[in-house]
């Protein structure tokens, strides 16, 4: 065996944005050298994305820095986060319809995640993802770096990389694309992004206004969405210092002078301030997947390979669960026990979840895009019905897009080539509603122990083995056995508090370093080739035999690929 070439780094990753932080982090905790390159400085006063949903907070759990991004929050963690629909703000305004505790974001305990979500700007996500980086030692960030070329041979990326209007070359074993909707890897790979774009167009106005939480009577919010006889627009407080957002539905060509902004705002509203305009610009919605994630070493993680509308906040949170994904798999392959299969995994398994997601993005944009009735303000019976009428619409259509558990934490890795499949037809999927399950593909259920500490808590850095009190420890010290033989790092955990059947559904789980279920049965057998990327998974091979069969590891791993 001849030994690898040094190489400057492990993974080059070129963006510093929520998605290449993630990558970085799940990379940088377990000792990978990596390098992230960005070309801008972040923050600046107008967020991108303002929801961290639940499953991103228990990422932020796992890497220990959930309570500071509770320390973020602008307002306090306990400010509702609540959606309110008014024909406008200020006087004179009618509520239509009210979504209270949107996304999960109360700070009370659930029994189906550890972690809230949390409504704070993209931004302040960013700050508190950047500092867990810097405080890895295997990482270095530099912000006036930008990607000039790469090309790759069969072991190495070698990536030129302007920094600060000096050309420097890196090499590494991966590159990563994290760049964005304007992706430069995305360019390099060959790939193209297909389907819709621009199906809608919105403004974003960040402004100073002293005063205004306090000029209405609606009562503390996330979001007022505006719907009156001036058009359609959203309005809510973002940060300290008495800032807010202005989101008006624009026409294709208009745009706003600060001047402009300013007066829309009081028209809008009916509240007359003094309005200080901190930024405005226009973006689009779009709905767009690359035809490929990769080539050879070069990776796309985020918006470089799948832009959705923001009706659900899920776009930023897709691409730090792409960074996960991604990270832990990169990581494992170079540190040896992770196969072939694994960083090919990526994909598989990525893409299938974004269609999904995209697609309840969609779906929630044309509900925003109904037409309004002309005399939606008026006082009068006519105006009565017609603001009942809408009112009813949007409560009976517009949960999906503010309460999206099912979606958040209900999609599976269905069909994953790393994944032990079972029997059956997956689970009914509902975006509103979430209903654990141990499945093999999807989320580990969650469940509090009696200490109040998470079962979540309990998972180990890599794969752990979760047994119920009552397991084998014959079996227990097999997958341990096997796990040596492998070179895969394993934890066991046994809790003894809960009700292992009626939350797992059989005496053994094995869990991925993404919380996701790799296998579960009642008798251990070997999995390891198949879960650490060794050897594909068969859908029809490797589904009940591997959950209930008796017979030996080496029996079991050589009928399936034989089968």
């Known amino acids: 065996m001849t030994t690898p070439t040094q190489l400057d780094y492990d993974v080059i990753i070129v963006g510093a944005g929520p998605a290449g932080l993630a990558t970085a982090i799940e990379l940088g905790i377990r000792n990978i050298r990596v390098l992230v390159v960005e070309q801008n400085e972040r923050g600046g006063?107008?967020?991108?994305?303002?929801?961290?949903?639940?499953?991103?907070?228990?990422?932020?759990?796992?890497?220990?820095?959930?309570?500071?991004?509770?320390?973020?929050?602008?307002?306090?963690?306990?400010?509702?986060?609540?959606?309110?629909?008014?024909?406008?703000?200020?006087?004179?305004?009618?509520?239509?319809?009210?979504?209270?505790?949107?996304f999960d974001a109360a700070p009370v305990r659930s029994p189906l995640y550890p972690e809230h979500a949390q409504w704070i700007p993209q931004y302040a996500l960013e700050k508190v993802l950047l500092a867990k980086l810097r405080s890895l030692g295997s990482v270095a960030v530099r912000f006036d770096a930008r990607l000039n070329d790469a090309t790759q041979d069969g072991a190495q990326v070698s990536a030129l990389i302007d920094v600060a209007g000096s050309p420097m070359a890196v090499t590494a074993r991966y590159l990563v694309g994290a760049d964005?909707?304007?992706?430069?890897?995305?360019?390099?790979?060959?790939?193209?992004?297909?389907?819709?774009?621009?199906?809608?167009?919105?403004?974003?106005?960040?402004?100073?206004?002293?005063?205004?939480?306090?000029?209405?009577?609606?009562?503390?919010?996330?979001?007022?969405?505006?719907?009156?006889?001036?058009?359609?627009?959203?309005?809510?407080?973002?940060?300290?210092?008495?800032?807010?957002?202005?989101?008006?539905?624009?026409?294709?060509?208009?745009?706003?002078?600060?001047?402009?902004?300013?007066?829309?705002?009081?028209?809008?509203?009916?509240?007359?301030?003094?309005?200080?305009?901190?930024?405005?610009?226009?973006?689009?919605?779009?709905?767009?997947?690359?035809?490929?994630?990769?080539?050879?070493?070069?990776?796309?993680?985020?918006?470089?390979?799948?832009?959705?509308?923001?009706?659900?906040?899920?776009?930023?949170?897709?691409?730090?669960?792409?960074?996960?994904?991604?990270?832990?798999k990169i990581a494992a392959t170079l540190q040896g026990w992770g196969g072939p299969q694994l960083v090919a995994s990526y994909e598989a398994e990525r893409r299938p979840i974004h269609r999904k997601v995209l697609d309840e993005a969609v779906a929630n944009l044309a509900m925003a895009a109904s037409a309004l009735p002309a005399s939606i303000e008026d006082d009068t019976p006519q105006g009565v019905e017609q603001r009942r009428h809408l009112g009813a619409l949007v409560q009976k259509t517009k949960g999906r897009e503010f309460h999206t558990l099912g979606t958040v934490l209900g999609l599976g890795y269905e069909g994953s080539p790393i994944v032990c499949c079972e029997d059956g037809p997956p689970p009914l999927h509902d975006t509103e509603v979430y209903v654990p399950t141990a499945r093999p593909g999807y989320l580990l259920p969650h469940a509090w122990l009696e200490d109040g500490e998470s079962l979540y808590d309990c998972l180990g850095a890599e794969f752990t083995l979760i047994a119920a009190p009552d397991a084998s420890p014959e079996d227990i010290a097999r997958a341990q056995r096997d796990a040596a033989t492998h070179g895969v790092p394993l934890a066991v955990q046994q809790p003894q508090s809960i009700d292992f059947m009626d939350l797992?559904?059989?005496?053994?789980?094995?869990?991925?370093?993404?919380?996701?279920?790799?296998?579960?049965?009642?008798?251990?057998?070997?999995?390891?080739?198949?879960?650490?990327?060794?050897?594909?998974?068969?859908?029809?091979?490797?589904?009940?035999?591997?959950?209930?069969?008796?017979?030996?590891?080496?029996?079991?791993?050589?009928?399936?690929?034989?089968?």
């Not at 610009?281 to 779009?286: H, I, K, L, T, V």
């Open 45 to 102: 006063v107008s967020p991108r994305a303002k929801t961290t949903n639940v499953r991103t907070r228990t990422h932020l759990r796992r890497w220990g820095i959930a309570y500071r991004l509770a320390a973020e929050a602008p307002f306090g963690i306990d400010y509702p986060n609540n959606m309110v629909f008014v024909t406008r703000l200020g006087p004179g305004g009618h509520e239509l319809a009210r979504f209270e505790n949107a």
């Open 180 to 328: 964005g909707s304007r992706s430069r890897v995305r360019d390099l790979i060959g790939a193209r992004m297909e389907g819709r774009h621009g199906l809608a167009r919105s403004y974003n106005v960040i402004f100073r206004a002293p005063g205004l939480s306090k000029a209405h009577g609606f009562g503390p919010a996330a979001i007022y969405f505006q719907i009156g006889r001036d058009g359609f627009s959203g309005i809510g407080p973002m940060d300290r210092d008495d800032i807010w957002f202005f989101g008006p539905a624009l026409g294709p060509d208009e745009t706003l002078t600060p001047e402009q902004a300013a007066d829309m705002i009081r028209a809008r509203t009916g509240i007359d301030l003094p309005y200080e305009i901190l930024s405005a610009d226009a973006w689009y919605s779009n709905e767009l997947m690359a035809d490929r994630y990769s080539h050879g070493r070069m990776i796309l993680v985020g918006d470089a390979c799948h832009l959705h509308p923001p009706f659900g906040g899920y776009g930023m949170n897709m691409g730090i669960a792409d960074g996960v994904d991604l990270g832990w």
């Open 504 to 563: 797992i559904g059989a005496s053994l789980a094995l869990v991925r370093p993404d919380q996701h279920v790799a296998w579960r049965g009642d008798r251990w057998t070997d999995v390891f080739p198949v879960v650490a990327g060794w050897q594909a998974s068969r859908a029809a091979g490797m589904k009940q035999t591997l959950r209930e069969s008796s017979t030996s590891p080496a029996d079991e791993i050589g009928s399936a690929a034989n089968g």
